[in-house]
C-alpha cells in the first residue's frame, strides 16, 4: 500500500503545477506527516520535488524534469487515453476513471504531449434513449466488482421472459455487444447475459462467494453446437464492407461471380432479421433451411402491407 500510495502521489505532481499536503493526506487519507515521508521517498529515488513554502504552498514538479514512457509512442498514448475515456464514459468503472487521470497526467511528462480526447466514443445504448442502457451497464460493473448479487427480468431469443438471480462475474463486449458473464442461479451454470436483453436489474444486497472462471471464457456456449449451421452468402458490392464489419471480412471469399461470406452461425430470428436489414444486398445460397425460413419470412412482412 505504501508504494502504491507513492506512485499515485508521483502521478498526482506530473498532472497538476501545484499540489497541497492537505489534498493528499485528504485524498488518501493519511497524516500530512506521513505525505511528508511520502515526497522525501519521491525525493530519494531521483524526482526533483519541489516544496513551495506559505499559505498557498505545496508541491511541485521541477520543470523541464522528464520521464521515459518510451514503450508507447505519442500516438500511443493519445489512444490509450481515449479508449480509457470511452469505456469509463460507458460503464462508469471507477478503477477506469483512475486509470485515466493517471494516464492524463503523463501529458506533462513528455513535453510536446498533447492530449486528445473524444476521438474514440462507445455507445452501445439506443439513439433515442441510451441513458437507461448506461444505468444497467454501470449497475453490472459495479455488481462484478463488488460481488453484488442481482435480480434481473431477461428476455431470451425466444423472446420468453424469466425473473433470474446472477452472480456477474466477467462483463464482455463482443462484436460491437455488451454481456455479462455470470452464474444463473436458476440454471444453476454459468450463462451470457446479453445486456440489451436485460429489462430491469435490481440489487439484492446479497455478496456472492466468487466461482472458478476459466482463463478463456466459452463464448462457443453462446449457442449450442446444435444450433450452429454452416452459412452461405453471396454479397453485392455496396454491401461487402458492412458484411465484413459485421461477420469478419477473415470470412469473405472472392470467387468469379462474386464475393460470398461461408461460416457458421446460428440459424435464429436474429439472423434473419441481420440478413433481411441488407436487402437484396445479400443473398442466403445455403442452408436450404435458412432459405426457406427467409423466404416465409418475407412472405409474412410482405402480407401486412398488402
Not at 263 to 282: A, R, T, W, Y
Amino acid at each position: 500500500m505504501k508504494y502504491e500510495i507513492m506512485i499515485n502521489i508521483l502521478f498526482d505532481l506530473l498532472s497538476k503545477k501545484l499540489v497541497s499536503a492537505r489534498y493528499l493526506a485528504d485524498k488518501y487519507e493519511v497524516s500530512q506527516r506521513t505525505v511528508y515521508r511520502y515526497i522525501d521517498g519521491l525525493s530519494l529515488a531521483g524526482i526533483p520535488v519541489i516544496t513551495v513554502r506559505g499559505a498557498s504552498g505545496g508541491f511541485k514538479i521541477a520543470e523541464g524534469y522528464r520521464i521515459s514512457f518510451g514503450f508507447l509512442t505519442k500516438e500511443e498514448h493519445e489512444s490509450v487515453i481515449s479508449a480509457l475515456k470511452a469505456v469509463f464514459e460507458e460503464t462508469n468503472n471507477k478503477n477506469l476513471e483512475s486509470a485515466l487521470s493517471k494516464f492524463a497526467g503523463v501529458k506533462r511528462i513528455d513535453g510536446d504531449f498533447s492530449m486528445k480526447t473524444g476521438n474514440l466514443v462507445i455507445d452501445e445504448g439506443p439513439w433515442c434513449n441510451s441513458g437507461g442502457y448506461k444505468d444497467k451497464l454501470s449497475l453490472l460493473t459495479s455488481a462484478t466488482e463488488n460481488r453484488e448479487a442481482l435480480k434481473i427480468f431477461y428476455h431470451d431469443r425466444e423472446g420468453k421472459a424469466s425473473e433470474r438471480i446472477i452472480e456477474p462475474h466477467v462483463m464482455v463486449f463482443k462484436q460491437g455487444m455488451w454481456y455479462v458473464y455470470a452464474f444463473c442461479r436458476k440454471r444453476g451454470e454459468f450463462r451470457f447475459f446479453k445486456v440489451g436483453r436485460i429489462e430491469s436489474l435490481d440489487k439484492t444486497g446479497e455478496i456472492f462467494v466468487r466461482r472458478t472462471v476459466p482463463e478463456t471464457l466459452p463464448f462457443e456456449d453462446w449457442y449450442t453446437k446444435g444450433d450452429l449451421e454452416f452459412v452461405e452468402m453471396k454479397i453485392e458490392r455496396p454491401y461487402i464492407a458492412p458484411v465484413g464489419e459485421w461477420l469478419g471480412v477473415e470470412n469473405l471469399y472472392y470467387e468469379k461471380d462474386g464475393c460470398y461470406a461461408k461460416l457458421s452461425l446460428p440459424e435464429d430470428d436474429g439472423l434473419i432479421g441481420k440478413i433481411l436489414s441488407f436487402g437484396s444486398g445479400v443473398k442466403v445460397v445455403k442452408p436450404e433451411s435458412l432459405v426457406k425460413k427467409i423466404t416465409a419470412k418475407i412472405a409474412e412482412i410482405n402480407s401486412l402491407y398488402s
